[in-house]
């Protein structure tokens, strides 16, 4: 099929290469003229793991980058709108992009054509989109409007899109419908995972990835309250570790024997310093918003954020507990990221918790496997903070070495040796990556969230000094 991609985003992006890979012939358009001429000269934009092999396969072959929306829209019978939806100033999602999308395509739809929203948007988008369209002059029967939320993770978004837990399509003619059944029709039948040069994947679908259609107001719904309950799952367990911590007993305990019941599930309840990123804030907020302009006061969504500002809050007292007065006290982080496996520190509860520490004075020494770039970018320059070289360059000499993102590797560091180089054998862990008789046994002074305090087996070394 003719495809036209919307936004080069993450989104876009993952779904354009993903649709290529399917074997259609794929236009990504993107109003960045310089983002569309490093994707044209094969340059990856995001750190995302398989992205540049696919990239590399697809690229000037079945997927093409173009800033021209009109030709891309005139070329292809199905376009997909991936533009951005950020936050804006009340909360609510901000639509003008997508707006702006449809009006611009009303042009080309001569002839029958699926305008799908892809971006995350709230119920009654596609309704917008309907009359936007047709107040621009578009026919009625040159077009539908589908709604195809995308539910990838970052750091693993190819994998999330070819082996999805669901499709869901909110259609509301058969038209359409047939139209969106053959975009995915590889996925569907299962075709695509016998293919020897298909993305392997975390588990066989060879009959078929299961496929869902609805109306298109309950295709919307289920983005944002998937989002929301995955949130809610957080803060749930979160709020949970807060009353083991007044208890004196281990969230890791409590999380495996709630996860264990299937109707429950054990995904998600990973205790921390709240969610961040791109999506979760956001589409709470949004969400919330959505519900408030239709009559509903959805509360509860509000005590999920609250409960999510608070982990952070609560690590920082972590620290103050751990070591006494923060001022001039050397920190290493280790961690910058919203989460292990990205690069992304949109929304980071780490680098919050950075600038926090900064702003009480304390000289901070950061490392990320792979978001220091984008620190650097995004974060002033300030004289107390120090980009390192590695995990052991940010422990060098620290008072304490905070973990704040869930990086794998982190949880596989030498901890003799990553505590030899510290000034205080002082861990405070946001995300709960070691095991508490490991850290006791290495010697350290270990806070985490929602388990006891661990204090060193052996004896502190009497020969604290600078390295
Ligand atoms: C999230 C959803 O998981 C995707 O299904 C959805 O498609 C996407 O948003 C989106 O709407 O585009 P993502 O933001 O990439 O994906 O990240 P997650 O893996 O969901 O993690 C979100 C945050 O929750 C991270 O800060 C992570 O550290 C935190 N988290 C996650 C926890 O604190 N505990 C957990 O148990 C799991």
Redesign the pocket.
Known sequence: MRIAVVGSG??GLIAAVCFAELGHAVICVDNDTEKVAALQAGQVPIFEERLPELLARHRGEGLQFSTDLHLAARQSEVIFIAVGTPQAANGEADLSYVEACAREITAELDEYKVVVEKS?VPVLTNQWIRRTLRFNGAIDENYDVVSN?????????IE?FLYPDRIVVGADSERARAVLRRVYQPLIDGSYYSLPSCVPGPRDLTSGARYMETSARSAELI?HA??AF??L??SF??AVSNICELVGTDVQEVSAGIGADFRIGS??????????????PK?VRAFYKIAESVGYDFDLLQAVEEINEA?KLSFLKKVRAALWTLKGKRIGVLGLA?????D?IR???AISIVQSLLAEGCIVSAYDPAAMEKARQTMADHENLRFACDEFDAARGAHALLVV??WPQFAGLDLQRLRQTMLYPVMIDG?NLFDLNQMASAGFHYYSMGRPVTEPKLAPRMDMEYK
């Open positions: 993450y989104v995350t939320p995308e539910f990838l993770r970052e750091g693993t978004a999330d983005k998937s989002n995955l949130a799952k957080i367990i979160n995904r998600f309840l990973n205790a921390g310093i709240g969610y961040g990123g791109s999506c979760f589409d982990q919203f989460k292990g496996g990205t992304d929304e980071s509860p993102t869930e995300r």
